[in-house]
Each structure stands twice: as structure tokens, then as C-alpha cells.
């Protein structure tokens, strides 16, 4: 931890590393926006109309109809039941980077323990989604598409989809470390005025990653479910 500095939460002394803990507090900040939302979407007359101004309610109808927007355009048809992940993994991505721009407040995907759990999730889902689209023939899509090239291309694609989860969480991770560190140099160095522009970067950085990778994982989804292999 010396190395990051003083964090609030390596304050705590908790017994578990910093960025599993801050994870987990991400999760419950969002748990808890999510259940405050639900309550007032339950009432379906309350539903119907959208909130004044800017809230949470309104931030998150904006959320869901970009992800599906973008479910529609990587995945087609029957893209919907894939917007639910899509969206867990952009908002959980997008505030656990965000929350590195807090002074004392170390993103947990600057850390690539975090950011590979992610991608195997991405990797289990996609594959998963095969073989609930296609069955066993799913396990065709690893054979490539001439049947005497097979042995060939069995131990190609098996690599390709195996380096999938780890290209995912190596990317998110160098970047929102690298972001994190300029903008913790910048802040040390000069105090006031430049650090600014920094942070804005930052949270430009934040929601770009938090896109890239749900797009990846869409994209993942898309081939792994589409019957044109």
C-alpha cells in the first residue's frame, strides 16, 4: 500500500485487499441506487412520468436505452436479454473508475486482479450464451469454417478465446492505472489549476474504458450467438 500513499480505506484495516474492498463498497453504493430506483418504478402510474430536472432515475432510463441502443447495433435481434449484463458491466466499471478521482480513493480497476475477474466474467457469459443459442454445435464456431483446416484452427481459436479475458483486464487496468498516476503526480506537483484538466482527462478516460470494454464484451456476445460462423 506505501506505494499508493495514504487511502481511506487501507485506513480501515480491512482484511481483504484494497481494491476487492473498494469494489465491494462500489457494488453496495450501487445496490443501493438501484433499490431506491426500483422502489419508485413500481408504482406504474409513478413510472410513467419521468422525473423533473436531472436524477438518478433519469440518468439511469438515459443509461439503459444507450446500452440497448448499442446491444441492437453489435448484437441484432434478441438483443435485449443481453442488455442487463452490458449495462452491470458499464456502470460498475464506469463509477469503480471514477471513484479513483476522489484525493485518498484508489480505483479498484486500477488494479488487474479486479479488471481479470471482469474478463472472465465477460468470458463465461459469451460462452455461455453459445451454447444456450446453439447447443453443442457451439463447439464448432472452434473449429473455423473448412472442416480439414480443424486441427489447425482448434488450437488457434482455443488461444484466441483464452487470451480474450486477460487482453480485457490487461487493457482496462494499464489504462486507469496510468490515469490514475498522472493525475496523483499533477496533483502532488502543482496543488491547484493544472491538476483540473487532469481530472477532467480522467473522467474522460473513465467512461471511454467503461464503453471499450462493454463494447468488447458485445461484440464477444454477438459472434459467439450469431448463426452466420
Do not use: C
Amino acid at each position: 500500500m506505501e506505494k499508493h500513499g495514504f487511502t481511506w480505506v487501507s485506513a480501515l484495516h480491512l482484511p481483504v485487499p484494497e481494491n476487492t474492498a473498494t469494489a465491494v463498497l462500489v457494488a453496495i453504493l450501487l445496490g443501493l441506487v438501484a433499490w431506491r430506483v426500483r422502489g419508485k418504478l413500481r408504482d406504474t402510474n409513478a413510472a410513467l412520468e419521468p422525473d423533473d430536472g436531472v436524477s438518478v432515475r433519469n440518468a439511469g432510463e438515459v443509461l439503459v436505452e444507450g446500452i440497448d441502443a448499442l446491444a441492437e447495433g453489435v448484437i441484432g435481434h434478441h438483443h435485449r436479454q443481453y442488455v442487463p449484463l452490458l449495462a452491470a458491466f458499464f456502470v460498475f466499471i464506469l463509477v469503480s473508475n471514477l471513484v479513483g478521482l476522489v484525493p485518498g480513493v484508489l480505483p479498484p480497476t486500477s488494479n488487474f486482479s479486479t479488471t481479470l475477474g471482469l474478463g472472465l466474467v465477460s468470458f463465461v457469459a459469451y460462452n455461455a450464451y453459445g451454447l444456450k443459442a446453439h447447443g453443442l454445435a457451439y463447439l464448432k464456431h472452434f473449429l473455423g469454417p473448412v472442416a480439414f483446416l480443424a486441427a489447425f484452427m482448434l488450437p488457434i481459436e482455443l488461444f484466441s478465446h483464452a487470451f480474450r479475458p486477460i487482453s480485457l483486464g490487461i487493457r482496462l487496468f494499464a489504462n486507469l492505472f496510468a490515469d490514475h498516476a498522472v493525475v496523483g503526480i499533477f496533483t502532488e506537483l502543482t496543488k491547484v489549476g493544472i491538476p483540473v484538466m487532469f481530472y477532467v482527462l480522467g473522467a474522460f478516460v473513465s467512461v471511454v474504458q467503461a464503453f471499450v470494454f462493454t463494447m468488447l464484451s458485445a461484440i464477444y456476445i454477438a459472434l459467439a450467438v450469431s448463426h452466420d460462423h
